[in-house]
Nanobody, 128 residues
Framework: QVQLVESGGGLVQPGGSLRLSCAAS????????IGWFRQAPGKEREGVSC????????YYADSVLGRFTISRDNAKNTVYLQMNSLKPEDTAVYYC?????????????????????WGQGTQVTVSS
């Protein structure tokens, strides 16, 4: 049974940083895409970042490029999203998501639709 458990959300001031963690378990495929999408109140889900297990290639939405970094610790089966220079428009519920069997990530804008599994989400609020 695939499980994705997020942690690390919270309240931060504009310009601050947070690191989200996603503990993954139950994967039945050596190939997968794993990453993050977010959903702000009244808005559609937005792909944020994705990492391809086959070669470690990473992908980012234009809105977070240069500020967010996705990484993984294979020994801990954990994926991280380091978020720097946070802005109020980054406020959203962040979901860790995975697509099993994928040899590469999809276009980042499609990530919320192509992922098969996601966690319960963690709230990130950027406000002064």
């Amino acid at each position: 049974q695939v499980q994705l458990v997020e942690s690390g959300g919270g309240l931060v001031q504009p310009g601050g940083s947070l690191r989200l963690s996603c503990a993954a378990s139950g994967f039945t495929s050596d190939y997968y895409a794993i990453g993050w999408f977010r959903q702000a109140p009244g808005k559609e889900r937005e792909g944020v970042s994705c990492l391809s297990s086959s070669d470690g290639t990473t992908y980012y939405a234009d809105s977070v490029l240069g500020r967010f970094t996705i990484s993984r610790d294979n020994a801990k089966n954990t994926v991280y999203l380091q978020m720097n220079s946070l802005k109020p428009e980054d406020t959203a519920v962040y979901y860790c998501a995975a697509e099993l069997g994928a040899r590469r990530c999809p276009l980042i804008k499609l990530w919320p639709k192509t992922s098969d599994y996601w966690g319960q989400g963690t709230q990130v609020t950027v406000s002064s």
